[in-house]
């Protein structure tokens, strides 16, 4: 089992708070998903030269049972199935779901790349990544995350919605919508 995958998930079109949530949900109902932590939950910048409204950000740290190619495919499933569409590169979107981190992987395939060819570069990923496990090392530069925030420097708006606790609690506030017994069971 893969116990350390970081997934970035993003909203901004539509109820943002709920596309997340909903995101979230669908992952954890997948078999292979443990449940490990969320972050806090961040209203962020957009890092792109297309117009659009601000995003919601945060990320759900998992273990996978499976390989990162199939974890991809889950997560381009549940865009589809929320009606993600992909006109306009780098535009707004339904939802986004990324990996960001899988263990200490180093991959480069036409389909994927991780860690993700742009988590060093956006505070809407590190902080989140932050949040769950401040000693994160890069592992492709073998940099601690936190000192990419230093480079990044004040140029990326990220404002905290929702601290982990109460995003938490409002992702899982009804139990029955945890799905399988993976999906609530906090791994340490």
């Known amino acids: 089992m893969n116990e350390r995958v970081f997934i970035g998930i993003g909203s901004n079109i539509g109820n943002l708070l709920l596309n997340c949530r909903t995101s979230i949900i669908k992952i954890l109902q997948d078999k292979r998903v443990n449940f490990k932590a969320v972050s ?17 950000n945060c990320v ?37 779901l990324d990996i960001l981190l899988f263990e200490d992987i180093i991959l480069k395939t036409e389909a994927l790349t991780i860690p993700h060819p742009e988590l060093h570069k956006r505070k809407f990923a590190i902080i989140p990544c932050l949040d769950i496990d401040n000693s994160i090392v890069h592992p492709f530069y073998k940099i601690p995350l936190k000192e990419f925030l230093l480079r990044i420097g004040d140029r990326q708006k990220i404002l905290l919605i929702k601290n982990r606790k109460e995003w938490e609690y409002f992702i899982f506030e009804n139990k029955k919508e945890r799905g399988n017994n993976h999906a609530g069971r906090r791994q340490t």
């Open 40 to 56: 806090s939950l961040y209203l962020t910048s957009p890092v792109s030269d297309v117009a659009q409204d601000d995003f919601m």
């Open 60 to 96: 759900l740290s998992i273990s996978w049972d499976e390989s990162p190619e199939e974890l991809l495919a889950l997560l381009k499933s549940i865009e589809d199935s929320m009606g993600r569409k992909r006109s306009i590169i780098k535009g707004p979107r339904i939802i986004d």
